[in-house]
């Protein structure tokens, strides 16, 4: 059994690691810091960049590693082709709906002026387009994307990337969550959300920790309307 402290990602690219190699021997021939590995080892949500350093050090690629996760492992199907190996191949599922990409925008800093926490507008009824359904939420209708904006969970999450957002996952301690406030509670406006790790949870308050520049703070529950778990990074 995996520990509990690994993250889904970092288990499916165990599948792929070089032989020989420990995984913080791997990391190292990838050339991705300690930091980031450990990161990712707890909480997922890695960069592509940093999914590309170690697949490429691995001898493997992005559509390698999405297919393994979907379900296959392309270096350990057979050979061949022709009638009559369809049940070798296995049953291909139809394809996913795509997964909607809804507006985003910065909205100045949340609390009191100096803060330096990222207040974010989040508008679900304004899709911009669609991007691809990972199938880790072919079944969750409510799931949605958005594109990262500000510099906040930086070098989590680097502004412009696309995050997929999982409104029916439970949220634990240590996830990355999207926290929609209440109207009031920032001058009436709506879709005021704050992107963080959660820290801590009690029945009146959450702590959260943003990166940059790194803050921990609480909000209380009268101020929250939703809790949404992040699901992590588009590739």
Avoid: C
């Avoid at 493997?60 to 979907?70: C, G, H, Q, V």
């Avoid at 909607?100 to 207040?119: C, K, M, N, R």
């Avoid at 669609?130 to 939420?137: D, E, G, N, T």
């Amino acid at each position: 059994m995996a520990p509990a402290d690994e993250s889904a990602i970092y288990r499916d690219l165990m599948r792929l690691k070089p032989d020989g190699l420990t995984p913080n021997g791997w990391a190292v021939r990838a050339g991705v810091s300690r930091t980031v590995w450990a990161d990712m080892r707890r909480h997922g949500n890695p960069s592509r960049r940093t999914l590309e350093k170690l697949l490429v050090a691995a001898g493997s690629s992005l559509a390698e590693f999405e297919a393994l996760r979907i379900g296959a492992d392309p270096r350990r199907q057979d050979a061949g082709s022709g009638v009559g190996e369809a049940g070798r191949r296995g049953w291909i599922p139809a394809p996913l709906p795509p997964l909607p990409l809804v507006h985003s925008q910065l909205g100045g800093e949340w609390g009191e002026a100096g803060s330096g926490i990222d207040l974010v507008f989040v508008r679900s009824e304004e899709r911009l387009g669609s991007l691809q359904r990972p199938a880790s939420l072919a079944g969750e209708r409510d799931a949605f994307a958005i594109t990262i904006v500000g510099e906040s969970m930086w070098p989590r999450f680097r502004p412009g990337r696309h995050v997929a957002v999982s409104p029916r996952s439970a949220v634990a301690i240590g996830d990355d969550v999207l926290v929609h406030l209440v109207a009031d509670s920032v001058d009436g406006r709506q879709g005021s959300t704050l992107l963080a790790e959660l820290v801590k949870r009690t029945g009146e308050d959450l702590e959260l920790r943003q990166f940059n520049p790194a803050k921990s703070f609480r909000v209380k529950a009268a101020e929250i309307q939703a809790i949404q778990k992040v699901a992590g990074e588009l590739l």
